[in-house]
């Protein structure tokens, strides 16, 4: 079972940097590259506890749908996104904030466990975990880039 851990510093308001972790129209714009949108359940805004969203995105050349839900939320520490149904077997999304010294630290713990037993295990080792690294680096570089920046005015109503 692998487990990404994931840090950056962010020089930003602590409640921006989670509203924008917490917003669904950011995370489309921070997954393009893979056409994601959401498709059912919470579809816009800003994530709550007990939101289920239905995403529907194209990773490593399959149309896939994923479905999530918000397990955990404590505005704005914490929140831990789920999967209920979806090409992993199983997986949580654990993201922490903090202010520290002028800088929010956020964290990702993605903790998952890849589909078809033996088959998944070894192409978690060739190519799956480093596909989620990069997926996960990439959307918090577009969280640091918005956050740093007037463009979280492009996405939160604050």
Not at 1 to 25: G, Y
Not at 58 to 67: A, E, P, Y
Not at 88 to 100: A, G, L, N, V
Not at 145 to 151: I, K, L, Y
């Amino acid at each position: 079972m692998p487990i990404i851990h994931l840090k950056i510093e962010i020089r930003a308001d602590l409640n921006v940097v989670f509203d924008l972790a917490c917003s669904i129209d950011l995370h489309k714009i921070s997954t393009a590259h893979t056409n994601e949108e959401a498709i059912a359940g919470k579809t816009s805004g800003l994530i709550a506890l007990n939101d289920q969203i239905t995403w529907s995105a194209k990773h490593l050349g399959v149309t896939q749908n994923l479905t999530s839900l918000i397990t955990g939320f404590e505005r704005p520490n914490y929140f831990t996104d789920e999967m209920v149904q979806g090409a992993f077997k199983r997986f949580k999304h654990e993201h922490y904030f903090s202010d520290q010294n002028g800088f929010v630290i956020m964290e990702d713990v993605f903790n998952y466990d890849a589909p078809l037993g033996f088959l998944g295990r070894i192409a978690d080792l060739l190519f799956l975990e480093k596909y989620m690294t990069r997926f996960l680096e990439k959307r918090n570089e577009v969280i640091k880039e918005f956050a740093e920046s007037e463009r979280w005015k492009e996405v939160l109503l604050i």
